[in-house]
Structures are given as C-alpha cells and as structure tokens.
C-alpha cells in the first residue's frame, strides 16, 4: 500500500523558514517523479513543485521561485521542501503527492503569522 | 503558463441528476488532463487521467471527455456521496496548473 506521511508543518513568522518532509512506503520512490500541492484555507488546490526521479530536474509555481526548494534523498525515500522567507500568503496545508498526483498524503498545515 | 478555466464555479443538483463540469485550457495539453475529487476536510482523489480514463476503483457513472483544450467531466446519475468540490488539472507542462474547482452541492 502507498503511503505518503508528510511532517514538518507548523506556526512560523512571516519571513521565517521551515522544512517540510515526506516519507514514502509501499513503492519504489526512486522510480516516481514526486510533488508538493498546496490549499490555502477554503481555497483551491495550487501545484507548488516538482522534482524528477532522479533529482536532476526541479520546477516550481512563480510565486514560490527563488524561496522555495524541492529536494529528495532516494535512500530515505524521503521528500523534502525547503521553504524560506515565508509570507502569508504561503499558509496551507501542504500535500505531497506522488507521479501525475495519484496518490497523495495527508497534509501538514503552515501557518504564517506573527 | 496554461491558464485551466473551469466553469461552473458551483451548482446545486438532486440526486439522479446528470452533472457536467467543463474545463477549458488556455492552449493545447495533448489530453494531459486530470480530474479530482475532494470532499471537505479530505483528501483530493484522482478519478480521470488521460482526459478520459477512469482511475481503478472509481465508479463508472464518472467519465472524462475532450480533447484539444476543452474537456468535460461528466456524472451521470448523481448519488450523495458525490456532493464535493471537483478539480481539473493539465499536467503536459510546467508549471501545472488546476482549475478553479466546482462545488457541486445539494438542491
């Protein structure tokens, strides 16, 4: 069974940091292009990055470009998302999901706030 | 960037009623598009992928239809456990981009 536990969320403040990480079971983690999606309180889902099996290749939405980085450590079967000078427009919950977003974990919330 | 233009925003149906959602891309996505459901407090669910596959386990009054830049998901008899707020979603580039979402809600 995928799984796909998410950690790592909590209250920052605004231009704060915070690392958010995914452990995965139940697949060949190296084998999939993983992501991070994003829903801001009663809002819509937003795609915030991803990153290739490998590592090699990283994009990202414009608006976290510069502030954000996506990373993975396939020995750990673990996804990271490094996220730097928070703003408040960046509270969510933050989902990791897995390939073209079939499966996804629970979430973890950022809240920016002072 | 592909803009997703879901439409509508929201509706109300009964149960039994048939239920179509259109997603319009700004450009073509080559039928890279993805449906999804999320109902509140959960988790989002992938129910089409390809346009108009559907996503093992789902039921088959759920279909995907278009291609091009203009797609539709369609439900054919509404039951309860379909009231949710739906997404569409391209995934041929970067950065991928979701639609507005749909809430579909009881009459």
């Known amino acids: 069974e995928v799984q796909l536990v998410e950690s790592g969320g909590g209250l920052v403040q605004p231009g704060g940091a915070l690392r958010l990480s995914c452990a995965a079971s139940?697949?060949?983690?190296?084998?999939?292009?993983m992501n991070w999606v994003r829903q801001a309180p009663g809002k819509g889902l937003e795609w915030v990055a991803s990153?290739?099996?490998?590592?090699?290749?990283?994009y990202y939405v414009d608006s976290v470009k510069g502030r954000f980085t996506i990373s993975r450590d396939n020995a750990k079967n673990s996804l990271y998302l490094q996220m730097n000078s928070l703003g408040a427009e960046d509270t969510a919950v933050y989902y990791c999901?897995?390939?073209?977003?079939?499966?996804w974990g629970q979430g973890t919330l950022v809240t920016v706030s002072s | 960037d592909i803009q997703m233009t879901q439409s509508p925003s929201a509706m109300s149906a009964s149960v039994g009623d048939r239920v179509t959602i259109t997603c319009r891309a700004s450009?073509?996505?080559?039928?890279?598009l993805a449906w999804f459901q999320q109902k509140p407090g959960k988790v989002p669910k992938r129910l089409i992928y390809?346009?108009?596959s559907l996503q093992s386990g789902v039921p088959s009054r759920f279909s995907g239809s278009g291609s091009g830049t203009e797609f539709t998901l369609t439900i054919s008899s509404l039951q309860p456990e379909d009231f949710a707020t739906y997404y569409c979603?391209?995934?041929?580039?970067?950065?991928?981009?979701f639609g507005q979402g749909t809430k579909v809600e009881i009459k």
């Open positions: 999901a897995r390939g073209d977003l079939l499966d």
């Open positions: 139940g697949f060949t983690f190296s084998s999939y292009r």
């Open positions: 990153i290739k099996e490998d590592g090699s290749e990283k």
């Open positions: 450009q073509g996505i080559n039928n890279y």
């Open positions: 390809g346009s108009s």
């Open positions: 979603l391209q995934h041929n580039s970067y950065p991928r981009t």
